[in-house]
């Protein structure tokens, strides 16, 4: 009986001394699941660790005139490709009230369905820069706001962050209003991609999502009295009575354009080419249930469309899938 006690404290106590090594090794984009987490209170059994809080939509997607000369992509030579869009507030909190602070950015994230069973998806957000250029500045930036959660030191730790990193300072004080509806929402891709069309010419580019509705945006006086939900209730309401319209562009880079650093905007005299027109038309039937089994992932591409080597893009898919795989219980 001893020896068994003995043995089972020595192995807890060799579990304590491995644990604080285990914590350091585990891999960047799993500490940036870590922290989401943490920042928003979780787990949250069955939710994503950011952008839980979402809707889902269907409709299909028609390219334009000019599309193929983009890129050789299926859904850009062909008509009516079905699509499937989730409509998201940021953070891992399930029910954040859409017009809350830390509510933004806005997310849409959009499945392109090819021919062949394939797909392929589009993962942006309402602001048109990101606070890092890597996952582990990105990770600076999000221990430093859980740091100062419960810290009395003058400045913060995020404040100390910010005042080292314009780029995140940028970030968090770029305007963010409270759009009317997701409907009146633009987002923005903000990671490259490279494009190329049958001829094999090539371009990088970044999405730009525009609302055919024009931007609107809330009063703060609006904002602050708006329903907790009104976001998810406003866009099943609209698209029963109409569909809901978005142009998809591509701001193309020039020579010299950063690609890889998604912290960097290009100017706004950039090329802009139209690859086509969204249209929701309605509501998905179990949205809840859907959203729950399904990871959209930047990284699911399609012949014609490559990643940039943007660290951040490059890290995504490995973050999403941890949050699925614990979304699912795994
Ligand atoms: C290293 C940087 C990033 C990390 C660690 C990160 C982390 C995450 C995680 C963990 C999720 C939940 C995924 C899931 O459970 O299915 C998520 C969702 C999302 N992220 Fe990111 N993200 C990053 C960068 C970005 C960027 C650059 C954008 C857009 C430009 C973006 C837009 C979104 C959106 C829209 C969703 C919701 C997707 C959905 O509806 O399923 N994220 N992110």
Same mark, same amino acid.
């Given at each position: 009986?001893?020896?068994?006690?003995?043995?089972?404290?020595?192995?807890?106590?060799?579990?304590?001394?491995?644990?604080?090594?285990?914590?350091?090794?585990?891999?960047?984009?799993?500490?940036?699941?870590?922290?989401? #987490?943490?920042?928003?209170?979780?787990?949250?059994?069955?939710?994503?660790?950011?952008?839980?809080?979402?809707?889902?939509?269907?409709?299909?997607?028609?390219?334009?005139?000019?599309?193929?000369?983009?890129?050789?992509?299926?859904?850009?030579?062909?008509?009516?490709?079905?699509?499937?869009?989730?409509?998201?507030?940021?953070?891992?909190?399930?029910?954040?009230?859409?017009?809350?602070?830390?509510?933004?950015?806005?997310?849409?994230?959009?499945?392109?369905?090819? %021919?062949?069973?394939?797909?392929?998806?589009?993962?942006?957000?309402?602001?048109?820069?990101?606070?890092?250029?890597?996952?582990?500045?990105?990770?600076?930036?999000?221990?430093?706001?859980?740091?100062?959660?419960?810290?009395?030191?003058?400045?913060?730790?995020?404040?100390?962050?910010?005042?080292?990193? %314009?780029?995140?300072?940028?970030?968090?004080?770029?305007?963010?209003?409270?759009?009317?509806?997701?409907?009146?929402?633009?987002?923005?891709?903000?990671?490259?991609?490279?494009?190329?069309?049958?001829?094999?010419?090539?371009?990088?580019?970044?999405?730009?999502?525009?609302?055919?509705?024009?931007?609107?945006?809330?009063?703060?006086?609006?904002?602050?009295?708006?329903?907790?939900?009104y976001l998810?209730?406003?866009?099943?309401?609209?698209?029963?009575?109409?569909?809901?319209?978005?142009?998809?562009?591509?701001?193309?880079?020039?020579?010299?354009?950063?690609?890889?650093?998604? #912290?960097?905007?290009w100017p706004?005299?950039?090329?802009?080419?139209?690859?086509?027109?969204?249209?929701?038309?309605?509501?998905?039937?179990?949205?809840?249930?859907?959203?729950?089994?399904?990871?959209?992932?930047?990284?699911?591409?399609?012949e014609g469309?490559?990643?940039?080597?943007?660290?951040?893009?490059?890290?995504?898919?490995?973050?999403?899938?941890?949050?699925?795989?614990?979304?699912?219980?795994?």
């Amino acid at each position: 009986m001893k020896i068994k006690i003995l043995i089972s404290v020595l192995s807890a106590a060799s579990i304590i001394t491995a644990m604080p090594a285990m914590a350091e090794e585990k891999p960047v984009t799993e500490q940036l699941v870590d922290t989401l #987490t943490t920042l928003s209170g979780g787990p949250h059994a069955g939710f994503r660790s950011n952008h839980a809080k979402g809707v889902m939509l269907e409709g299909t997607f028609q390219p334009s005139a000019q599309a193929a000369s983009i890129s050789k992509a299926a859904h850009l030579q062909k008509a009516d490709s079905p699509v499937l869009v989730r409509f998201s507030d940021a953070t891992g909190v399930p029910n954040i009230p859409d017009a809350n602070g830390n509510a933004f950015p806005k997310g849409i994230a959009i499945r392109f369905q090819l %021919p062949d069973g394939l797909s392929t998806d589009i993962v942006s957000i309402s602001v048109n820069n990101f606070p890092a250029a890597t996952p582990e500045d990105f990770l600076g930036l999000l221990n430093a706001v859980r740091d100062s959660q419960n810290s009395t030191a003058k400045p913060s730790p995020v404040e100390q962050f910010l005042g080292s990193h %314009p780029a995140a300072l940028k970030f968090v004080t770029t305007p963010k209003p409270a759009p009317v509806s997701f409907a009146t929402q633009p987002f923005f891709g903000v990671n490259a991609f490279k494009f190329t069309n049958a001829a094999g010419q090539s371009v990088y580019g970044r999405y730009q999502i525009i609302p055919v509705a024009g931007a609107q945006y809330l009063t703060k006086e609006a904002a602050d009295a708006a329903a907790p939900d009104y976001l998810m209730t406003d866009i099943g309401e609209r698209v029963k009575a109409n569909a809901v319209q978005y142009k998809l562009l591509l701001q193309i880079a020039d020579k010299g354009d950063e690609v890889n650093n998604a #912290t960097v905007q290009w100017p706004e005299s950039r090329k802009i080419v139209e690859l086509g027109t969204l249209t929701l038309k309605s509501l998905v039937a179990d949205s809840k249930a859907k959203e729950k089994t399904l990871m959209f992932n930047p990284l699911q591409l399609t012949e014609g469309i490559e990643a940039s080597q943007d660290p951040i893009l490059l890290a995504r898919p490995t973050s999403y899938a941890v949050s699925f795989g614990r979304r699912l219980g795994k």
